[in-house]
Structures are given as C-alpha cells and as structure tokens.
C-alpha cells in the first residue's frame, strides 16, 4: 500500500482510511489498488471494528484520471473497472465491519462509487455530487445499477443524464446521505457514529453486516458486470474520444455520432 496515495491509521479501534493523490484525488490504478490493500487492512486487522473513508484534500474524488480512457484500448479500461467496479464492491461486501464515507467537498463520477460502496455517508452542508461523465463522451456506468437502487428511477435520471453537480440537501432529499452535518465536521461525525458502531459486538456486526449485504446484493454482479461492458464500449467510440480531447483542450466537443 502506497503511503503516498492512501493514508492509513488505527485509533480507539477505528480505521481511518485517507485519500491522498492532489490535488484532487483523481482515480488511477495505483490509487484503487492502495485503497483495496488499506480496506484489506483493516478487514483482517481484528482490532479494527470500524472504518472511516475520507480525503486529506478539499475535494473527496473527482473521478477517474482520464489517461485511463483517452486513446487507451478499450481491454485497459476493462482492467481498471474490473478495480473500481469488482474488486470495491467484492472487498465491501467481506468487509464483516462497517464502513463510512466521511464527505466534506466535491464528489465526482468514480468517487461516488466509492462513497456509495460504504455503508453510511456522512458530508458537509458545502459539499457538492454528481456525474459528469457524459458530458466528456462517458456514461456512469456502474451509477444506472447503484443510483435506481438507492433513490428510484426517476430521481436517478436527471443526474445522471444531465451531468449536472447537486448540492448536499438535494443528495439527503433524493436518499443519497445518512447525514448532512456542518461544513468541516462530516470526519468527526463519522468517527462518532464509527466509534459508536465500534461498540457493538463484533461477531453479531459481523453476522448481521453479511445478512445485510446478501439481502442488498440481489443480482447486483450480473448487473455491474453488465455496466462494466457498456462503459468499455463507450470508451472506444469517437464520440468519447472526442469529448474526452475536448475536455483536455477546453473546448466544445463535436460530436459525430459514431
């Protein structure tokens, strides 16, 4: 695990899992790759009883580093989706322990998947959300599987079709939050509630966490291994690629419909 990537501490039998790639935590493989080894951590670690995810930076994640999908085949972005979007969500759902997404600024694309991997979300009343992958020639893949679940088809749609970011009283409205605390406390109330969670007997967490996450889980693998192809396919039209460059660039993006 890259100490340069994710920061990882212990106290009072909490977990605090930092992301730390400046400026603003944008996902390459190295950095999955460091959060899966900080959550395996913890997870095998049995003082631990509970675990906070959070960044060190202003921004929580801003999504995914676009080299991973500009001018890359479409087998390379299958293999880091195959991190983001298999490994996160198997290692989650192990984890035997409870996990919180402490959220204090802007969350974007692929960092909403890993907020929306933990149990509970706890963020800032100035923190913003969304899913902007469309407007650079993406789809939020993984999001049409997560976001229907968790809000409903029809508040789902908007965000992820119009790319537009949402402030944090319109994600609580929709269901998207556990909390909305004041802005700069979203870490601390997490690691309340995580202390609080800590306390409870780990082998009942335990069994109970397990039957929670089979009773979420439904067909959730078929239908991410689904999204994962869509998203792959995606990645080697033109369109993408075009709006991928034109984002780079700083332009508008022409697209072509092919």
């Given at each position: 695990m890259s100490a340069d990537l994710v920061r990882y501490s212990v106290s009072g039998n909490i977990a605090d899992i930092m992301l730390d790639r400046p400026p603003v935590n944008a996902l390459s493989m190295e950095l999955i790759d460091a959060l899966l080894a900080a959550l395996a951590r913890a997870r095998d670690d049995d003082a631990v009883r509970a675990i906070v995810i959070g960044s060190t930076h202003k921004v929580f994640c801003a999504g995914l580093d676009l080299d991973i999908v500009r001018g890359r085949p479409g087998i390379e972005t299958k293999k880091f989706l195959e991190r983001l979007y298999f490994a996160l969500n198997d290692t989650q759902y192990r984890m035997g322990k409870p996990t919180i997404a402490a959220i204090d600024g802007a969350v974007r694309a692929g960092g909403m998947t890993i907020a929306?991997?933990?149990?509970?979300?706890?963020?800032?009343d100035g923190s913003t959300f969304g899913y902007p992958e469309?407007?650079?020639?993406?789809?939020?893949?993984?999001?049409?599987v997560q976001l229907p679940r968790l809000v409903g088809k029809h508040q789902a749609f908007g965000p992820l079709f119009l790319g537009e970011p949402f402030d944090a009283?319109?994600?609580?409205?929709?269901?998207?939050?556990?909390?909305?605390?004041?802005?700069?406390?979203?870490?601390?109330?997490?690691?309340?509630?995580?202390?609080?969670?800590?306390?409870?007997?780990?082998?009942?967490?335990?069994?109970g966490r397990d039957a929670f996450m089979r009773a979420m889980d439904a067909d959730f693998r078929r239908s991410v291994e689904n999204a994962a192809e869509s998203f792959a396919l995606v990645a080697t039209t033109e369109d993408c690629q075009e709006g991928l460059n034109a984002f780079v660039e700083k332009r508008t993006p022409n697209y072509k419909g092919r």
């Amino acid at each position: 695990m890259s100490a340069d990537l994710v920061r990882y501490s212990v106290s009072g039998n909490i977990a605090d899992i930092m992301l730390d790639r400046p400026p603003v935590n944008a996902l390459s493989m190295e950095l999955i790759d460091a959060l899966l080894a900080a959550l395996a951590r913890a997870r095998d670690d049995d003082a631990v009883r509970a675990i906070v995810i959070g960044s060190t930076h202003k921004v929580f994640c801003a999504g995914l580093d676009l080299d991973i999908v500009r001018g890359r085949p479409g087998i390379e972005t299958k293999k880091f989706l195959e991190r983001l979007y298999f490994a996160l969500n198997d290692t989650q759902y192990r984890m035997g322990k409870p996990t919180i997404a402490a959220i204090d600024g802007a969350v974007r694309a692929g960092g909403m998947t890993i907020a929306i991997s933990c149990d509970m979300i706890i963020a800032g009343d100035g923190s913003t959300f969304g899913y902007p992958e469309i407007d650079v020639g993406l789809i939020p893949a993984i999001h049409f599987v997560q976001l229907p679940r968790l809000v409903g088809k029809h508040q789902a749609f908007g965000p992820l079709f119009l790319g537009e970011p949402f402030d944090a009283a319109t994600a609580f409205r929709m269901g998207l939050l556990s909390e909305v605390v004041p802005k700069g406390t979203a870490l601390e109330r997490a690691r309340e509630i995580a202390r609080k969670l800590a306390a409870k007997s780990p082998i009942v967490m335990k069994i109970g966490r397990d039957a929670f996450m089979r009773a979420m889980d439904a067909d959730f693998r078929r239908s991410v291994e689904n999204a994962a192809e869509s998203f792959a396919l995606v990645a080697t039209t033109e369109d993408c690629q075009e709006g991928l460059n034109a984002f780079v660039e700083k332009r508008t993006p022409n697209y072509k419909g092919r």
